[in-house]
């Protein structure tokens, strides 16, 4: 249709015709068909058809062996250190104690997400931040993921401690789910269904509980954090190395490590 068009502006006589499923002839006189030719290739030069789009799709494998690394990690982590017990150096020393994060203590920011009441309470966050770093993984690559879960999660702890309470003693890796709520929800691809991360978080609060020991200032701020993280995330490049996403990995599995020490110097 729009090389026809040409030839109407050309004044080039034609004729539009079938020339079977979905492909049309244009039929000119003989002694116009030197003309229409060139008058076709200029709207052509000038107007060359768009480069088809390449969808790149990754695969899912990474980002599944991600969440699946945080199941295990988790689960091994309780069955190391036991259940709660105040008789515990992993407890007293590890806990999210937030008058001694405000003495500053830092450690216990990121420790404490790595310990959990009682088994139940292992499982349930294993099984849901697998998930949601499974999901985060995905859409930011593996590396990138784990580290604002980390960042989101230690965040939500610190800013808990410093302004919502300053008597309160938590456990578990639950600040650090509500963060990657809060990344997903940010995410340019997500902001048009933001209203599915929202939901999940309220579902999550539920499933978590809303007891004397459940840590809601906690849930809060780091689904608040996660979410300040996201959208700074989303004002940048996609991140597609693989030697940044192994490193910015490496880190995230170090930051456990490097808190750990410090709380047993």
């Given at each position: ?19 079977g499923?979905?492909r ?20 052509e ?40 017990s105040?008789a ?105 269904r ?47 190395g ?24």
């Amino acid at each position: 249709m729009d090389l026809s068009l040409v030839l109407d502006e050309e004044g080039i006589a034609h004729e539009l015709r079938s020339a079977g499923e979905e492909r049309w002839a244009l039929m000119v006189d003989e002694a116009d068909l030197a003309r229409a030719q060139a008058a076709l290739r200029t709207f052509e030069r000038e107007n060359p058809p768009p480069a088809p789009r390449v969808q790149t799709s990754r695969s899912p494998t990474p980002a599944v062996a991600c969440g699946l690394l945080f199941f295990l990690s988790i689960l091994a982590f309780h069955v190391w250190t036991g259940p709660e017990s105040s008789a515990s150096p992993w407890f007293s020393r590890g806990s999210a104690d937030a008058a001694a994060i405000v003495r500053g203590e830092w450690w216990r920011t990121v420790t404490a997400l790595t310990l959990h009441a009682d088994a139940g309470h292992a499982v349930g966050n294993a099984v849901l931040g697998g998930l949601l770093l499974a999901l985060l993984a995905h859409a930011l690559g593996p590396g990138l993921a784990a580290i604002l879960m980390v960042l989101a999660g230690s965040a939500g702890t610190l800013a808990a401690a410093e302004l919502l309470r300053r008597d309160f003693i938590s456990v578990g890796a639950s600040t650090a789910v509500f963060g990657a709520l809060g990344v997903l929800a940010a995410l340019r691809q997500h902001r048009r269904r933001a209203w599915v991360p929202l939901g999940a978080g309220l579902a999550l609060l539920a499933f978590l509980g809303t007891s004397k020991r459940a840590d809601l200032a906690g849930h809060l701020c780091g689904f608040a954090a996660g979410v300040l993280l996201g959208g700074g995330v989303s004002l940048l490049p996609p991140l597609r190395g693989r030697l940044a996403q192994g490193a910015l990995a490496s880190i995230a599995a170090a930051a456990p490590m490097a808190a750990w020490l410090a709380a047993f110097r």
